[in-house]
């Protein structure tokens, strides 16, 4: 059972709980409560073992491919956090005997997870257990635990099976060969391991340090080896009121860090430099490391990023520390060659796969909070250009055509072919995404254009902007197809972000973003020939700008773009979604799990009727109101109105994205409290009561997202045709709201209350911003009256 | 806990129960209880799961190499075993609730196993639970489950999930490609994988009966599927004294079954026929399936094998027929393509691979029984000169050098080169079996000998034999080390069946055993030219046998031969074994685990002193004994006695080989009741009340051992220079003793008292033994008093 307001004093609203234990849901904390610092990623599964696990430690960017006919993603590591605890002989599980005063919390300020019980064995014996955890970010490398036992009434034998696990899989799937295993002086242990096909060394060393009463304890543990696994096997016996401490430090290193670096590549210098770094640190103990570590949180996370919500509803401040946490420790801050999974590194769910997700629903955030990471996540996406411009001429295209699943930058499209069971034919369903949910190259173009107007970072544009912009742009024109009865360019045979419905013509979403692609390549060409010839010149050799430019302006002016209704100004979502079959709903709006219409239709069914996974036009208009195309009449504010009225009730939000656009939508079309509700529903996704909805990982864009309904929704701030906007609209339940943005270099504090906005920069240099219909000039700070 | 005499009626002495469970120790009862019938061997574990359980399903032959620095090992098959049941939303599991009247029970008789027990949930609710399983001897590719849940107080909502995981590993390491999962007609389930590296297709097929009160009910499960599972979720609702039975029925079958037969192979014919299969069995239901497979038991299996013992001791009853059970179902009797594992089917121990197990203690045992399994067995030997023949070329020697292990006779060599841990190094021990026992290639040339002295089954000499014998004798020949001061051939650098004793130098086993191989090739070849010119000649041509026949003379008898010391009459084990180290060794030999020596040395530590394994030099007497080397003063009666008391004391037993051979040897020498001992303990590797000792699988030589002493040892069985001695000694604890041998095309009732050996015979013609020293014309029937 999950509780939300456990934290006092300092870390009142920083506190994650779960006060009850059951074996049945463990998935829920092992993802919502995980660790991590974007080097790794660690879900929280307990020390002891149970049926339902599942224990995953991942390194990003370790991409493998464990077999042939499958696709890559990250291998789960060695195991290093279970640890089989006897007592008296028997093994240690909370399913038997008697648990007391449970608690397992994790603390989003210090970024530490602990644990802690009374607990009566079945012959009666009663101990207190005492765990803790963290995924270091002051040394991306290493993690540390430390569990304390006491013994509350008897004597009593503790034994300690504690080392690394190597016959971890991917539900399954074997990445890794089996390594070489070895014990210095029996304490320090030490995995080298190899991926099978990515080849990518992976180094894990690890070590104990015991205490009993406080006081450092002699000890000789048995080592042991069984196949892909080496341990240590420690034993006590514990006097009433002795309490054992057993600290274990770990480090992992990977053959990719070095790779990153000049130096030429030595395995074995790997070897010893990680074993090095963990004999350094390990004698620094736990309480040490873990001061250096959450440090870090307070200089580089939370003294930057943190919103302070002061609402009825304290979950709301709960809520977005969470996401800011997650967000930081999903992200690969550290290393371009990195982008963020769909369940960031908080379960095998997606493979570690990055989506349309980063650029749309998390990108934003670092964009405006810490631009040099947002940089980081787009030159990830420009090092994937050649995957990108290979996919397009494997499909008969020009340009760079995005993998809708990406992974290593060099790997291209990893999209899976099949899912999920048929329940109609019993066997698995296709997936189409890889090779016709195109709109991702066009969602990274407009992540390039956002980027740029938020940061002014021309350099980004010079060395890699242009390019992916152009590229896509040329992917779009080589993409489009003459329609002779239309008398107009076209895009047949896709999926848009309503995966509902596949193979459809004209899906709104991707007509107006490859139009946007299009039009933003023109300008972007304009502006270079005007400004840059000597770059637009070097560009132009390999990438026949000027002839493709030609080509964009024939082309976009002739692509067909879906009109609203002349009647209900509903933009259609593709050539016949309007024309389905409509049937009741209720049924499926109003379940706790996802996806259950797949229990009575299977997608062949489902592409028939006027039903929608998530935001789909809505999204378009969400996006390109943002940029120079806001003033489209075709995309104006009651054609939003009119396509939310409509699409709402047919929408199942059956993905993660879409609640949040809507909770956007919603308080953009002023349906206030429609809005909070959504932003709630969306902030209940993983960290809400319901106990078995992030199995397979945390919801990262669902993360974002809470992120984007507060400051984009509530806040107002919104980029708007290279404008900064701030128009507040909070909830009734908010009193005021505290946050930080990065605008175009400057820094600025903004406090909303209902009926003021408050925004301070950390430069006198001044800037312009929009609230309401009016143009502030901004010089230091400035103070807005709301109605 | 485990108990013995829980059988009662037509079942005394024929039932394995445990009466108490534990989830601290599954391995025991999954190992013992495994079920089986040579084509495939299926672990006992149970429905639900446990966190310490070793869910093992293998078919024999399926080999497979799961990455390249890894051997080829027997891969573990999807499972279909693990039902996850849930009690009113709860999982079930013994570890918590109350578990009331709880008994498992293997019944050998019928080779079926079952479950059964009360159980009161943690709600209160009282259920009562009974499984059945088999794995069938009338159709080798079925196996069938029966679970029946009753409520015995409240109305509780049961589910069940089943279906097929193909998330199984080898302890980690992955041999099978995702493959495809398909469900037909919301019912049958299909899983159709191949091996990464053999590329065996193995296709599953599983399905599904319920019945609620005994009437059949409409179920309309949820189908699912995940990463390499496919399942259906059934849901009831049981109301008092209702009676749910869910009857699963399986099928397996591969492309090597295929390979067996003269069609081409065809996959889809594979996945049609296999599926037809199921169809056709799964409407006769569990209880007519069962009924036909223990009609087989009766009439293949305990018609010919029982031993009946009338014994104060009941125990040792049941354990010759639970040798006799394991012998059947380890045994792949329908494929000559395939050999024994040491462990069987029972365990992922030793891989699946065949060592000199199956010809020294599993062997003889099929030569007295079932002649046809035994030339299968020695078939499968000869597929494997190939290899063996390769290995003595990639060795520098001539002939046939056989692998220590061999798993598809093609393999040749596939011993691993890294084990357990080196305590003093900290890295995994090297393993030199592989390239440095050299014995079983003179092991399976006295095999050869015996099977044909016993069945005079010319056909296999001709077709195979022979070709065996002389190819051993020519790596043998190739072998032999000139040593000029002893003026001898000698042979260095081996390890002998001692295992704790590596590099040595003129092991006794070792020497005498080349001896005879040579000896046996001469013989053979002089035999040949005598009366089968025409098959030497035709032999002679590709093997060069008569230059080899020469040098087989040459040097056989210019051979080192170990002499018994002159003084002790001791035959020294090796070149330095009497002059090692000599320590107390009663911590070791006092042990409740086997191995315990390494927590304190090394392997190279334990190389220096005189502690030995297992019998090494008294195997040699034993074998030798039975063979035209009988007569031999080195071997005398008078050496086995000397020997037997100096090594003994110095044996830990660590090997489960080594007890047997000692009985049967204290047996010889007129120990009598430590003989009895010895046997005791040997019967209780496995099927004793120690809990851990057969984690890994069951003790195939072991096993094989228990039906050896009882015959060989107390029943004074043996092939003496091709003449049948039949020399009872029984124990004073056995009345008598009742069983079957053939021997020479008769098959021989033969019945043992203190006092009487009684023959008959199942024809009238007549033929010789030897019983004390006098030799016995026996004709139909006979009986001889004993002293």
Request: net charge negative; hydrophobic share 35%.
């Amino acid at each position: 059972m999950m509780e939300y307001n456990q934290g006092t004093g300092e870390f009142e609203n920083w506190i994650v709980s779960e006060t009850g234990f059951s074996s049945d849901y463990l998935g829920k904390c092992e993802a919502i409560m995980s660790l991590g610092n974007g080097y790794m990623g660690m879900r929280s599964a307990t020390e002891e073992p149970y049926i339902k696990e599942q224990r995953n430690w991942f390194v990003n960017g370790t991409f493998n491919k464990a077999q042939v006919n499958e696709v890559t993603e990250l291998p789960n590591l060695a195991d290093i956090t279970r640890i089989d605890i006897r007592v008296d002989g028997e093994r240690f599980s909370l399913e038997y005997g008697k648990t007391e005063e449970y608690v397992r919390q994790l603390n989003l300020k210090t970024a530490e997870l602990s644990r802690s019980f009374e607990w009566i064995s079945p012959k009666g014996k009663k101990l207190r257990f005492h765990f803790k955890r963290f995924v270091s970010l002051s040394n991306l490398h290493l993690t540390a635990s430390k569990i304390e036992v006491e013994s509350l009434s008897h004597q009593v034998a503790v034994s300690l099976d504690s080392g690394i696990n190597a016959q971890m899989t991917n539900s399954g799937s074997q990445h890794f060969m089996e390594g070489e295993r070895r014990v210095f002086d029996k304490q320090l242990i030490q995995l080298v391991q190899t991926t099978n096909e990515s080849q990518v060394d992976v180094v894990i060393n690890t070590t104990h340090d015991v205490k009993v009463n406080g006081e450092e304890v002699e000890v000789d543990p048995d080592m042991d080896m069984e196949r892909r696994k080496v341990w240590l096997s420690y034993e006590f016996v514990l006097q009433p009121n002795d309490r054992l401490e057993v600290e274990k430090v770990t480090t992992v290193h990977t053959s990719r860090d070095w790779d990153a670096m000049e130096a030429e590549y030595d395995l074995q210098q790997l070897r010893e430099s990680s074993l090095g770094n963990l004999k350094l640190h390990a004698l620094q103990g736990y309480d040490s490391l873990f001061e250096a570590h959450q440090q870090v949180w307070k200089q580089q996370v939370w003294d930057v990023y943190d919103i302070q919500i002061d609402s009825n509803n304290s979950y709301d401040q709960l809520a977005l520390r969470f996401a800011l946490y997650h967000l930081t420790i999903m992200t690969p801050a550290h290393d371009v060659r990195m982008g963020i999974g769909a369940k960031g590194l908080s379960g095998e769910g997606y493979k570690g796969h990055s989506f349309w997700d980063t650029e749309v629903f998390i990108l934003p955030f670092f964009i405006f909070s810490n631009p040099a990471v947002a940089k980081s996540l787009l030159t990830y996406r420009y090092l994937g250009l050649a995957g990108a411009r290979a996919k397009a001429r494997e499909n008969g295209y020009s340009g760079a055509m995005y993998p809708w699943e990406m992974a290593w930058p060099t790997d291209g499209e990893v999209t899976p072919i099949w899912g999920d069971i048929d329940i109609v034919t019993g066997e698995q369903s296709r997936i189409w995404s890889g090779a016709i949910e195109q709109h991702i190259s066009a969602d990274i173009a407009f992540a390039v254009y956002q980027y740029t107007e938020v940061t002014k970072d021309e350099g980004f544009l010079d060395k890699y902007g242009y390019e992916m912009v152009f590229d896509t742009a040329k992917f779009w024109a080589s993409r489009l197809e003459w329609n002779e009865q239309r008398g107009l360019f076209e895009i047949t045979d896709v999926i848009g972000p309503d995966e509902y419905k596949e193979h459809v013509n004209n899906n709104a979403f991707t007509n107006y973003m490859a139009y946007f692609n299009l039009k933003l390549a023109m300008r972007y060409y304009e502006k270079l020939a005007k400004h840059k010839p000597e770059l637009l010149g070097k560009l132009d050799v390999p990438m026949g700008l000027s002839t493709a430019y030609q080509e964009w302006q024939e082309k976009a002016e002739k692509l067909f773009l879906p009109e609203p209704g002349e009647k209900d100004g509903v933009i259609p979502q593709d050539d016949t979604y309007l024309q389905l079959e409509e049937i009741d709903l209720t049924k499926y709006k109003n379940q706790e799990r996802v996806r259950t219409i797949y229990r009575d239709y299977n997608s062949g069914q489902i592409n028939l009727l006027q039903v929608t996974k998530q935001a789909d036009a809505l999204i378009l208009l969400y996006l390109l109101e943002q940029t120079f195309l806001r003033d489209d009449p075709r995309i104006s504010a009651d054609v939003k109105k009119a396509s939310f009225h409509y699409y709402e009730p047919k929408t199942l939000h059956d993905s993660s994205l879409s609640l949040v656009t809507h909770a956007i939508l919603a308080n953009d079309i002023g349906e206030y409290s429609l809005a909070y509700s959504l932003f709630q529903k969306s902030a209940e996704i993983d960290l809400g009561p319901q106990m078995d909805t992030s199995d397979e990982g945390i919801h990262a864009a669902s993360i974002g997202g809470i992120w984007k309904a507060a400051v984009f929704g509530f806040a107002g701030i919104r980029l708007i045709d290279g404008r900064l906007r701030i128009d507040p609209k909070l909830p009734k339940q908010w009193h005021r709201m505290k946050f930080h943005i990065k605008w175009q270099g400057h820094s600025l504090a903004i406090v909303i209350t209902p009926t003021m906005l408050s925004v301070k920069a950390d430069s006198e240099k001044s800037f312009e911003f929009e609230a309401g219909a009016t143009i502030h000039k901004c010089k230091g700070s400035i103070e807005v009256p709301l109605s």
